[in-house]
C-alpha cells in the first residue's frame, strides 16, 4: 500500500451534502481490479474512480486522463456523476486539458467535457440500445412498483453503459411515491421521470433504481441516467431543448441536472460538484 492522493466530491450540486457523493483515487497506477472493486465496495459510495494515464488508443484520440468506474459490486463503462466528479477532481489537482474540451477515456471511449463557469457538462454518449421495452417488463415494472399498468405513459430502453429501463409516470408525486419492490425488480435498473406541476423550478422529476451487492438500491442523482432521458424525450418531443431536472428528493437531496441540446446530435448534461473531502488514501 501506499498513500494516494484522494477527494471525495459532491456532484450535481452547489451545496455540500446535497448531491450524489464520489470518491476519486487520483493515482491509480499499479491498483488491481480487486483492490479498486474492494474499496469502492468498503466505501459505502455509489461509485468510486480511479484516475489513470490514458491508453496509447485514447492519447491518439485527444484523451487527457483514463477513468474506472467502479460501483459496489461491479465496473461501469460509464456514469454520470463520475464522470463530472472525476473531471471536477483532475481539473481541481491541476490537470491542464489538452484543448478546448476536456477529453475523458472510459469503458465506452471518449467523452469530451465542457467547461460553464463553475460548472461541468458532458458530451451524452451514444445509445447502445433504444426503442421501447418489451410490454412485459412494462407490467412487471408497473407492478414492482406497486402502479397500474395505464400509470406509465411512455417507455423506452435507455442503454449508455448501465441498461437503464425507463418509464414516464403522470406525475411529479407519483415518482416520489414510488416503491421500488426488490423482489421483483432487484434484476432490473430502472429510471422513473414524470413533469413537475406547473411553477415549478425545474422541468421533470426523476428517480433511479439500480442493482447492488446488497440488492435494490436508489441512486441520489444519475448522470448516465438523464443523459438517456433527454436523448429519449427530447427526440420524441416530449422535453424541450433545454431544461433542469430534479433528483435525489425522494432521499433528502436537491440534486439539478442541466440539460441541453446543441445542435442536431450533441446534448450536454450538467451540474455543480463541491469538494468536501480533500486528502490521502492508502491504497
Known amino acids: 500500500m501506499r498513500q494516494r492522493p484522494f477527494k471525495q466530491v459532491d456532484v450535481f450540486t ?22 479498486m472493486q474492494r474499496f469502492t465496495d468498503w466505501t459505502n459510495l455509489s461509485e468510486c474512480t480511479f ?4 491508453t496509447d488508443e485514447g492519447r491518439a484520440g485527444g484523451a487527457d486522463y483514463r477513468v474506472r468506474i467502479f460501483c459496489p459490486g461491479r465496473e461501469l463503462p460509464f456514469a454520470g456523476h463520475p464522470t463530472l466528479g472525476s473531471c471536477h477532481a483532475w481539473l481541481e489537482a491541476g490537470g491542464q486539458p489538452r484543448a478546448d474540451h476536456v477529453v475523458q477515456e472510459c469503458g465506452v471511449g471518449l467523452v469530451r467535457i465542457r467547461r460553464d463557469g463553475t460548472r461541468l457538462a458532458f458530451a451524452a454518449p451514444p445509445l447502445r440500445r433504444s426503442g421501447p421495452l418489451d410490454e412485459a417488463d412494462v407490467v ?10 395505464g400509470d406509465v405513459l411512455a417507455h423506452a430502453w435507455c442503454e449508455n453503459g448501465p441498461p437503464w429501463r425507463a418509464v414516464m409516470l403522470r406525475s411529479a408525486e407519483q415518482v416520489l411515491a414510488a416503491r421500488a419492490d426488490a423482489a421483483v425488480l432487484g434484476h432490473m435498473e430502472i429510471g422513473l421521470v414524470a413533469p413537475q406541476a406547473s411553477g415549478a423550478d425545474t422541468a421533470f422529476e426523476v428517480r433511479a433504481f439500480f ?12 448522470g448516465s ?42 446534448i450536454w448534461v450538467g ?11 492508502a491504497l
Do not use: K
Open 14 to 35: 452547489d451545496t455540500p451534502y446535497f448531491g450524489n457523493p464520489l470518491g476519486v483515487v487520483l493515482d491509480g497506477d499499479d491498483l488491481s481490479t480487486e483492490a
Open 51 to 54: 484516475l489513470l494515464p490514458p
Open 140 to 149: 412487471l415494472i408497473a407492478h414492482g412498483l406497486g402502479l397500474a399498468r
Open 211 to 222: 442493482r447492488s451487492h446488497q440488492g435494490l438500491a436508489e441512486d441520489p442523482v444519475t
Open 225 to 266: 441516467l438523464n443523459a438517456a432521458l433527454a436523448q429519449w424525450l427530447i427526440g420524441t418531443g416530449l422535453a424541450p431543448d433545454r431544461y433542469v431536472a430534479a433528483q435525489g428528493t425522494a432521499m433528502g437531496r436537491a440534486g439539478r441536472v442541466h440539460i441541453e441540446r446543441e445542435g442536431s446530435e450533441t
Open 271 to 281: 451540474g455543480g460538484s463541491v469538494t468536501c473531502i480533500d486528502g490521502r488514501v
